[in-house]
């Protein structure tokens, strides 16, 4: 007997429309194989990175004329659906409170290890109080993206690591700028996210909502 | 059960976190909870301890020296299961 299956056609739609439509269909269930259509590298990616945070197991990945067909099943001994609209929360369900916190979707560029110019510790503070803010808001950022004195929040013996790692779990990606971590001779230590090049952070930069600290 | 802990200033908030760390009892420095004061300012989240346990109490002690002012019970509340866009609610209560 075949697997029950659903299908999400995601062609066309930019990010984050794929993820969002992904997260709606593992909400609703009611299916054992959960087909996702997209015509995007970058939503390809997005789409299996976030089957990874809802407990989704990637079945197949094929691409055929510039479709690429991604096959999901969610695991049903996890809370698949809890997990993802955490990760992603619909669209509706944001800014429902009078001043609600919602980084929700932003890329967050980070340049120092603290926030403003001033007396340092003081910078550092405000840093690390703005990375617990996003901790505890409603919709997390897509994506944070360290570079030069930044890529310091995310090595062994930061004080902001924990709450960069509370962001990872909740599906938010971490990027270091790899260049940053070799002059700072601190590629090593990098505890939190991934190493990336300049190519991908300006890419990144210039796509969509950025938030520069 | 888990505290927030106010002090005068974000220098007494940092110099506190430094001596509850020193002596070994994990706290966590995070901004003022809006619903507890409005303006800007640090305090620190700390586990209230057994009440009368030795860390409890030397918890207790090193707050004092370094100047908290008030202390605040966290209540969360749980989401709710069946709503997948339900999300856990902090309030905070005065302490004790």
Request: with cysteine.
């Given at each position: 007997?075949?697997?029950?299956?659903?299908?999400?056609?995601?062609?066309?739609?930019?990010?984050?429309?794929?993820?969002?439509?992904?997260?709606?269909?593992?909400?609703?269930?009611?299916?054992?194989?959960?087909?996702?259509?997209?015509?995007?590298?970058?939503?390809?990616?997005?789409?299996?990175r976030f089957a990874g945070f809802a407990?989704?197991?990637?079945?197949?990945?094929?691409?055929?004329?510039?479709?690429f067909r991604i096959l999901l099943r969610?695991?049903?001994?996890?809370?698949?659906?809890?997990?993802?609209?955490?990760?992603?929360?619909?669209?509706?369900?944001?800014?429902?409170?009078?001043?609600?916190?919602?980084?929700?979707?932003?890329?967050?560029?980070?340049?120092?290890?603290?926030?403003?110019?001033?007396?340092?510790?003081?910078?550092?503070?405000?840093?690390?109080?703005?990375?617990?803010?996003?901790?505890?808001?409603?919709?997390?950022?897509?994506?944070?993206?360290?570079?030069?004195?930044?890529?310091?929040?995310?090595?062994?013996?930061?004080?902001?690591?924990?709450?960069?790692?509370?962001?990872?779990?909740?599906?938010?990606?971490?990027?270091?700028?790899?260049?940053?971590?070799?002059?700072?001779?601190?590629?090593?230590?990098?505890?939190?996210?991934?190493?990336?090049?300049?190519?991908?952070?300006?890419?990144?930069?210039?796509?969509?909502?950025?938030?520069?600290? | 059960?888990?505290?927030?802990?106010?002090?005068?200033?974000?220098?007494?908030?940092?110099?506190?976190?430094?001596?509850?760390?020193?002596?070994?009892?994990?706290?966590?420095?995070?901004?003022?909870?809006?619903?507890?004061?409005?303006?800007?300012?640090?305090?620190?989240?700390?586990?209230?301890?057994?009440?009368?346990?030795?860390?409890?109490?030397?918890?207790?002690?090193?707050?004092?020296?370094?100047?908290?002012?008030?202390?605040?019970?966290?209540?969360?509340?749980?989401?709710?299961?069946?709503?997948?866009?339900?999300?856990?609610?902090?309030?905070?209560?005065?302490?004790?």
């Amino acid at each position: 007997m075949s697997d029950i299956r659903k299908t999400v056609d995601a062609r066309g739609l930019a990010c984050p429309q794929p993820v969002i439509l992904t997260r709606k269909a593992l909400a609703e269930g009611g299916f054992e194989l959960l087909e996702v259509l997209v015509d995007d590298p970058s939503s390809r990616e997005n789409v299996v990175r976030f089957a990874g945070f809802a407990h989704c197991g990637v079945e197949a990945e094929t691409e055929d004329g510039g479709t690429f067909r991604i096959l999901l099943r969610p695991d049903a001994g996890l809370p698949a659906a809890p997990e993802a609209a955490r990760v992603a929360p619909a669209p509706e369900t944001l800014e429902k409170a009078p001043g609600a916190l919602s980084a929700q979707g932003a890329t967050v560029f980070i340049a120092s290890g603290g926030i403003g110019t001033g007396d340092e510790q003081l910078a550092a503070l405000l840093m690390r109080g703005f990375l617990y803010t996003l901790t505890e808001a409603e919709g997390v950022p897509r994506r944070i993206i360290l570079m030069n004195g930044g890529v310091r929040l995310a090595v062994e013996g930061s004080d902001s690591l924990v709450n960069l790692r509370r962001l990872a779990e909740r599906g938010v990606e971490i990027l270091a700028c790899g260049t940053c971590l070799e002059f700072y001779q601190l590629r090593e230590q990098l505890a939190v996210g991934r190493v990336s090049n300049l190519y991908e952070i300006a890419g990144l930069l210039l796509q969509g909502r950025t938030l520069s600290l | 059960m888990r505290l927030i802990v106010t002090f005068p200033s974000s220098h007494a908030a940092l110099a506190a976190e430094r001596a509850l760390l020193g002596a070994g009892l994990p706290v966590e420095l995070i901004p003022v909870p809006r619903q507890i004061r409005s303006d800007c300012g640090f305090c620190l989240l700390a586990d209230a301890g057994e009440p009368g346990s030795g860390p409890g109490r030397r918890r207790l002690q090193l707050l004092g020296a370094c100047g908290a002012r008030e202390q605040w019970q966290v209540i969360e509340t749980e989401p709710d299961p069946s709503s997948p866009s339900s999300r856990k609610v902090k309030s905070y209560e005065r302490y004790p």
